[in-house]
Nanobody
């Protein structure tokens, strides 16, 4: 069993930065592939960024490349999402997701079996 708890969301202005955190418990952190997804009101949940545990590779949605950075701290069992130059289109509930080991489809939400409750990010213009 894996438990995920997100934090760090909030209300910011366009151009501001935020760092989201996802505390992971219940299993060996070093065996878990992690990702961030988001869901805006009235829209489908979408992949934002991922970190593959097998080779530490990272993946990003095109629209966040160069602005967002995913990282993991294996000592603190925590996943981070550093978000810079935020825009109103980034407004969404952000979710942390986890799975054990490798997946050949890291952007596909169906590959993740564990989810947090989410943290809200609102960007005003």
């Amino acid at each position: 069993q894996v438990r995920l708890v997100e934090s760090g969301g909030g209300l910011v202005q366009a151009g501001d930065s935020l760092t989201l955190s996802c505390a992971v418990s219940g299993s060996t952190f070093s065996r878990i592939t992690l990702a961030w997804f988001r869901q805006a009101p009235g829209k489908e949940r979408e992949f934002v960024a991922g970190n593959m545990v097998t080779d530490d590779s990272t993946y990003y949605k095109d629209s966040v490349k160069g602005r967002f950075a995913i990282s993991r701290d294996n000592d603190r069992n925590t996943l981070y999402l550093q978000m810079n130059n935020l825009a109103p289109d980034d407004t969404a509930m952000y979710f942390c997701a986890a799975r054990f080991g490798f997946t050949n489809a890291p952007t596909n939400e169906s590959r993740y079996g564990y989810w947090g409750q989410g943290t809200q990010v609102t960007v005003s213009s």
